[in-house]
């Protein structure tokens, strides 16, 4: 558990390893994050997706960075992709796990284990549009269908609940006349995720992030 006297990095780069289940566009925004400067003392040392043919893979491959699929289907059971699962994060000892579009119901031991240290970005305003049932386009269909004005996204550390763990960042997005989910999902992405998730990474990259009492305080001065 982090406390306000322990920042999570200082003197090495932050390791991050994100895990992917579409397209990638947040993991590109943490690449891109890192290569212009925007995100500061932290590397991506391993991707891992839970499908095979996600372009997630691709972009990884083609910035260099080690990645590999782990698959519920190539496994007997549940169980034992949990264990291939936390196994192969573990090989990678990172410091931050970052959820990039992350459909999987997570081992337990593995959100007990990185406590503090796992982050997901969800496409909306929590405590809105979240939970069990709120993921990618259909967050922005239930948006659409209550009507609401405003939306956005929030980067997170994960806990034992769905989306409920201590808030780091959010920003609202403004819901227009004639939106349709797909073009809300890509303002929400434009104009929020890939511009709060990199920010994210480099204030816990930088030790700016610090969680007392199940929420976030965070100290944005350098
Ligand atoms: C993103 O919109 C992300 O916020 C969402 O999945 C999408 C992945 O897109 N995550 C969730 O809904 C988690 N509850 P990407 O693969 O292009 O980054």
Not at 132 to 153: M, Q
């Amino acid at each position: 558990m982090l406390t306000s006297d322990e920042p999570m990095t200082q003197n090495h780069k932050l390791r991050i390893l994100v895990c992917v289940s579409g397209g990638g566009t947040n993991l590109q925004a943490i690449i891109d994050g890192i290569r212009d400067g925007r995100i500061t003392n932290a590397e991506i040392i391993r991707v891992i997706s839970n499908n095979k043919k996600n372009y997630a893979l691709t972009r990884a491959e083609e910035n260099g960075i080690p990645a590999l699929s782990i698959s519920p289907k190539d496994y007997a059971d549940r169980e034992q992709f949990n264990k291939a699962l936390l196994d192969a994060v573990n090989e990678a000892s990172p410091d931050l796990v970052v959820l990039a579009g992350f459909l999987v119901v997570l081992p337990e031991e593995m959100t007990a284990q990185y406590r503090n240290r796992m982050i997901n970005i969800h496409p909306a305003l929590i405590p809105s549009f979240c939970g069990k049932g709120y993921y990618g386009l259909k967050v922005h269909e239930k948006v659409l269908e209550r009507g609401v004005k405003i939306t956005g996204a929030t980067v997170h550390f994960v806990d034992e609940g769905t989306d409920t763990g201590p808030i780091i960042l959010q920003k609202a997005v403004e819901v227009e006349d004639g939106d349709t989910p797909e073009i809300l999902q890509k303002r929400v992405m434009e104009q929020a995720e890939w511009v709060i998730l990199p920010e994210a990474i480099d204030l816990i990259a930088n030790g700016k992030v610090t969680v007392e009492d199940g929420k976030c305080r965070k100290d944005r001065k350098s």
